[in-house]
């Protein structure tokens, strides 16, 4: 009975030595496996956060660059508009040039054409168409109906100071208002304002040619 109790206690002994040293290996192993997931964790935290700053990196320059480029084609622009800005200001000017010289003229119109119908700007052109007039004893004057009365009023037209005795008055309805046609033998004075006016006008347009000739201009 002794050697069957030694026996057995051996056997159990051998056997709990063998489950503790199992037990003790299965918790080294798994203190193992713990230590080298974090290990591997931690080696993947460093690549993936390398990685990252890499990834960061690359997106950074390429922003700048695009910055750079975007900046530079800007400045291109901007030099292309400031280079071409001179000439267009002056092919504008040109081109404006016709509508300043209608302007000019239509001012002009405008301001003669009040003071051309007044008493006093239609007795200086008479004097001055007259005077121009070399057979003054067969002088005839065409004014409008309206002129001719406004000139009758004037003080000097009984005393013969405007035009003279030997002058012949007539009242065309056609005649425009501020305007008159001296008629003698050696030929028509026209002295009407619209044709004045056209005078300056062609005028102001022989000046433009002859810029335009002159300078380049277009």
Not at 43 to 71: F, G, M, P
Request: charged content about 30%; glycine content about 10%.
């Amino acid at each position: 009975m002794e050697g069957i109790d030694q026996g057995g206690v051996a056997e159990q002994a051998h056997r709990r030595g063998y489950e503790d040293g199992f037990a003790e290996g299965i918790v080294q192993g798994r203190a193992r496996g713990s230590e080298e997931a974090q290990e591997l964790a931690a080696r993947n935290a460093i690549e993936a956060s390398r990685e990252l700053d890499d990834r960061a990196e690359r997106l950074d320059r390429e922003l700048v660059q695009k910055a750079q480029a975007a900046y530079q084609l800007r400045v291109q622009v901007l030099d292309g508009l400031i280079a071409a800005l001179p000439p267009k200001i002056e092919s504008r000017l040109a081109a404006a040039e016709d509508d300043m010289l209608a302007l000019c003229f239509e001012v002009v119109c405008r301001v003669l054409g009040k003071s051309a119908v007044q008493p006093e700007a239609i007795r200086a052109q008479l004097t001055e168409a007259i005077g121009a007039s070399r057979a003054r004893q067969s002088v005839a004057v065409h004014l409008h109906p309206d002129d001719l009365q406004a000139l009758q009023k004037e003080p000097g037209w009984k005393s013969g100071q405007i035009g003279g005795n030997d002058v012949r008055w007539v009242a065309s309805p056609e005649m425009v208002l501020g305007g008159c046609i001296v008629e003698s033998p050696e030929g028509g004075l026209d002295v009407r304002f619209e044709t004045q006016l056209n005078a300056l006008r062609d005028l102001l347009l022989q000046t433009r040619r002859a810029a335009r000739a002159g300078g380049g201009v277009p």
